[in-house]
């Protein structure tokens, strides 16, 4: 099965178009076939529509990691936690 990861992004900021989440997760130790993106102003609105969204694309299992944008990088707030699988 498929992983997936849902980046809850905090701090109101926004990320640059030409950045690759799912490297980003690889350099912070974190696997996953598919990364979606829930902020204020980019991506998903909230977590259960990305959730939902990743689930159709064949995901058994989903974690969940709390970031902010600082200086041309994400910054993990928690450790990711598994919400589906």
């Known amino acids: 099965m498929k ?3 849902i980046i809850y992004l905090v701090g109101g900021q926004e990320i640059p178009e030409p950045f690759d989440l799912r490297q980003t997760c690889q350099y912070l130790g974190v696997f996953a076939d598919r990364v979606e993106l829930v902020g204020h102003r980019q991506g998903f609105f909230e977590v259960d529509d990305a959730l939902f969204f990743l689930l ?3 995901c ?3 974690s969940l990691l709390v970031a ?4 041309h990088h994400l910054s993990p707030v ?6 589906w699988g």
């Open 60 to 62: 058994g299992w989903v």
């Open 68 to 71: 902010q944008w600082e200086q």
């Open 78 to 83: 928690y450790p990711p936690v598994r919400v």
């Open 3 to 5: 992983a997936g990861m």
């Open 56 to 58: 159709t694309k064949g």
